[in-house]
C-alpha cells in the first residue's frame, strides 16, 4: 500500500447510522480530502458487494465530481426498499475506505424524549430510543 492511500481518508457526511423511511432516497456522500491525489475511481460496497448500478431493481445513481478541493462521490437510492437496509462502504482506488450504516424503516418513525435534569457541572448522558409502529429498533 502505498504513503499516499495511507495518508488519504475517505469520509462519509453525516451520522454513522442513517435512518431512512421505505419509499424514500437514500444519499451517501463520500469525500477524498484535499491533500491526495484524486482517485481514479471511487467504488460503492451495500455489505460485500459492489453497488451494481444496472441492476433489474433500478433507482441507482451515482455522481462523482473532482475539483481542486478534493473528490465527492454522492450515491443516491430512490424508493428505498427494506433489501436496502446495510452498510455501506465508499472505497476510493488510492484511499482509505469509509463506511456508515442505514437502516431503511418499514412505517412511521417517532423519536420520544424524556425528561433528564441535572445539576450544572455534572456530565449527562442520554439514551435514544427509535420506536417503529411494529417493534423497536434500539441503538
Known sequence: ???????????????????VK??????????????????SSVLWY???????????????????????????SKLLVTKALLSDTGNYTCMPSNASPASTVVHVLNGKANLLFHDIVSNAGHEVS??????????????
Do not use: W
Not at 459492489?50 to 473528490?71: H, M, N
Open 1 to 19: 500500500m502505498s504513503d499516499e492511500r495511507l495518508n488519504a481518508q475517505a469520509t462519509i457526511s453525516g451520522p454513522p447510522e442513517v435512518y
Open 46 to 72: 451495500h455489505g460485500h458487494s459492489v453497488v451494481d448500478f444496472d441492476s433489474p431493481r433500478g433507482g441507482i445513481s451515482l455522481e462523482t465530481e473532482k475539483t481542486e478541493a478534493g473528490t465527492t
Open 126 to 139: 442520554a439514551k435514544c430510543t427509535l420506536v417503529k409502529t411494529d417493534q423497536h429498533v434500539r441503538n
Open 22 to 39: 421505505k419509499g424514500s432516497t437514500i444519499s451517501l456522500t463520500c469525500t477524498v480530502n484535499v491533500h491526495s491525489t484524486p482517485p
